[in-house]
C-alpha cells in the first residue's frame, strides 16, 4: 500500500522555524511531482510550494523568501523548511505527490495525499 506521511509540525513563536517532512513508502516505480499545500480554518486549500523531479520549484508569493522545498529522491522523502514564520501560517500542511506504482502487477499513476501535519504560528 502506497502511502504519504508527513512529520514535523508543531507550535512555534511568530519569527520561529520549522522543518516539514513527508516520506513516502510503498510499490512506488518513481515519484514525479510533489508539493505542500496548506489549509487554514474556515479557508481552501492551497498551494505553499511545488518541485518537480529534477528540482525546479515553484512557491506562493505569500511564502517567497522564507520557505524552501526541497527533495531526496534517494529516500522518496519531500521536505519544507520554513523560516520566519507568521501567524497566518497557521494552517494544516498536507503533502502531495505524482506517482508511477505498482498496482496487480500494472504500472499506474496517481496523485497521493498525506495525512496532514498541524503547524501554529502563535506567542
Known amino acids: 500500500q502506497v502511502q504519504l506521511v508527513e512529520s514535523g509540525g508543531g507550535l512555534v513563536q511568530p519569527g520561529g522555524s520549522l522543518r516539514l517532512s513527508c516520506a513516502a513508502s510503498g510499490s512506488i516505480f518513481s515519484i514525479n511531482g510533489m508539493g505542500w499545500y496548506r489549509q487554514a480554518p474556515g479557508k481552501e486549500r492551497e498551494l505553499v510550494a511545488t518541485?518537480?523531479?529534477?528540482?525546479?520549484?515553484n512557491y506562493a508569493d505569500s511564502v517567497k523568501g522564507r520557505f524552501t522545498i526541497s527533495r531526496d529522491n534517494a529516500k522518496n522523502t519531500l521536505y519544507l523548511q520554513m523560516n520566519s514564520l507568521k501567524p497566518e501560517d497557521t494552517a494544516v500542511y498536507y503533502c502531495?505527490?505524482?506517482?508511477?506504482?505498482?498496482?496487480?502487477?500494472?504500472?499506474?499513476?496517481?496523485?497521493?495525499w498525506g495525512q496532514g501535519t498541524q503547524v501554529t504560528v502563535s506567542s
Open positions: 502531495n505527490a505524482n506517482m508511477d506504482v505498482r498496482e496487480r502487477g500494472f504500472r499506474r499513476e496517481y496523485d497521493y
Open positions: 518541485i518537480t523531479r529534477g528540482g525546479s520549484t
